[in-house]
């Protein structure tokens, strides 16, 4: 009964984090950093600096008006929203996010879900996503989510299966599904040092499954108006933008644990044992996670999109090849007795 | 299993949290609704015909080459914990198992041109 106790609570700390933080602050950090990067001065009047401007958005979304569209076809459509938010509240739960340490005699785990097949669970949670979007883009009846919804699946589904190729090759070298093992396993080199291929897949790969430029056809506002969520307004929509932010940091996280070491400083530096230690190991993730952040928005205002058959093209013809070859060569490296 | 609970929470939190959320807009909000505003928005132009479109078939093609690479994959899964501390015999026969079934259907698909989705223009999707 107490470790479901502790689960709850550890469970209840990140998603106030995640929903109550790390939300508002990216869409701050997104909107000033794309100022930032085409030289403008982007919202600067609603408290110092702009910062109150999300909520500034999300009371003025709240007093719009909802509008259902009469011939949609209304529990798909309401159920959308709901189905976007479902991968960003579970799959932060099975990745670490700082050191194991005692606690008044207590082993405590700072993993909501410490499960010997977390990144299978993680594969299983992501996926989830897709229904989300079929619901959109077949229940709003409107001809711009349509579309938007068919890129949006075909997309994910090819993406997701060079993600799992390349967190196939981290299992390989690691030899367990429990993310703690795959970080213990960094200690002597981080796996973005071992499997750089892997890496590139991973990180292209990241961008593609949460629907960020150069990968947003989905949503590309120049030709679908604004793809599967065309027809939703007011809060229905900030809920879709919460889901991809919260996925957002999710993926972040969960880069920096398979690839960055997660709370190592440098290869082999884990922070000092107890609750000092702990909260160091901790802000460290959160110093990769930051990092992982800022690129997705960096790239966003940097790169252009993507043409629809180029992306395919990318994620079946280079990506996909580009995954199995590196498994194949982090199978044998550690057959062999080098990795 | 006990320990999963959180992950049942968290999709039970989905709904209630995103219910919750749009019952106070829809509180909020002021509502006029009127014919117009409830149609399909088609950039301000008065709706041609129905929004529900037969699917092209690329999509479905799509479909087919996930489900194959991803049954594929899964197979592969239980395989990948056993390599560091297998022998000489897992080791082939899973490497056999990678260029068989993985590169090679792969590569049928490849020159069969299932990933030729949307070739130059729209007509010739095979």
Do not use: H
Not at chain 1, 209 to 223: G, H, I
Not at chain 1, 237 to 257: C, D, I, K, Q, R
Not at chain 1, 311 to 338: A, F
Not at chain 2, 115 to 123: A, L, P, Q, V
Request: some cysteine; glycine content about 8%; charged content about 15%.
């Amino acid at each position: 009964m107490n470790e479901i106790l502790e689960a709850l609570v550890k469970y209840a700390a990140i998603l106030a984090f995640m929903l109550g933080v790390v939300a508002p602050v990216m869409v701050w950090v997104e909107r000033r950093g794309m100022a930032l990067i085409q030289d403008r001065r982007g919202p600067n009047r609603v408290g110092p600096f702009g910062l109150l401007q999300p909520l500034a958005d999300a009371f003025k979304f709240i007093f719009k008006e909802e509008i259902i569209p009469a011939q949609a076809d209304k529990v798909l459509y309401l159920a959308a929203p709901a189905l976007a938010l479902v991968p960003a509240l579970t799959t932060f739960t099975v990745v670490p996010f700082g050191p194991t340490f005692n606690y008044a005699g207590k082993e405590i785990k700072l993993v909501v879900i410490d499960s010997d097949i977390g990144a299978l669970m993680f594969l299983a949670l992501a996926g989830l996503g897709v229904y989300s979007l079929i619901c959109a883009g077949y229940g709003s009846y409107n001809k711009y989510s349509l579309l938007g919804s068919l890129r949006a699946s075909a997309q994910l589904i090819s993406y997701e299966l060079s993600m799992g190729f390349a967190i196939l090759a981290i299992l390989v070298s690691t030899a367990s599904f429990n993310l703690l093992d795959v970080i213990d396993y960094q200690n002597s080199m981080w796996n973005i040092v071992y499997q750089p291929l892997g890496f590139l897949v991973f990180l292209v790969t990241a961008f593609a499954e949460t629907n960020r430029v150069p990968f947003d056809l989905p949503e590309s506002e120049s030709e679908l108006v604004a793809g599967f969520n065309t027809e939703y307004g007011a809060m229905k929509f900030a809920l879709f933008f919460m889901g991809e932010y919260v996925n957002m940091t999710t993926l972040s996280l969960l880069l920096a644990v398979l690839y960055l070491g997660g709370w190592q400083l440098y290869p082999g530096w884990t922070p000092p044992e107890g609750i000092v230690g702990a909260i160091i190991g901790v802000l460290i993730t959160l110093a990769k996670v930051i990092f992982m952040m800022w690129l997705f928005v960096w790239v966003r205002f940097t790169l252009p999109r993507f043409r629809y058959d180029q992306l395919m093209k990318l994620g079946w013809k280079v990506l996909l090849p580009l995954s199995i070859t590196n498994l194949v060569i982090v199978t044998i490296l550690v057959n062999k007795g080098i990795l | 299993m006990v320990e999963y609970l959180p992950i049942i929470i968290g999709v039970g939190l989905a709904f209630i949290v995103a219910g919750i959320i749009m019952l106070i807009s829809w509180l909020m909000g002021p509502k006029r609704p009127y014919r117009t505003k409830l149609t399909p928005y088609e950039s301000g132009m008065p709706i041609l015909d129905a929004s529900r479109k037969r699917i092209p078939v690329a999509f479905f093609l799509i479909a087919l080459d996930f489900v194959v690479f991803d049954v594929e994959s899964a197979f592969l899964f239980p395989w990948a914990l056993t390599v560091r501390n297998s022998g000489t015999t897992e080791f082939i026969s899973g490497i056999t198992f990678i260029v068989v079934a993985v590169v090679v259907g792969y590569l049928y698909v490849y020159l069969k041109g299932g990933f030729d989705i949307y070739k130059g223009n729209s007509e010739n999707v095979k």
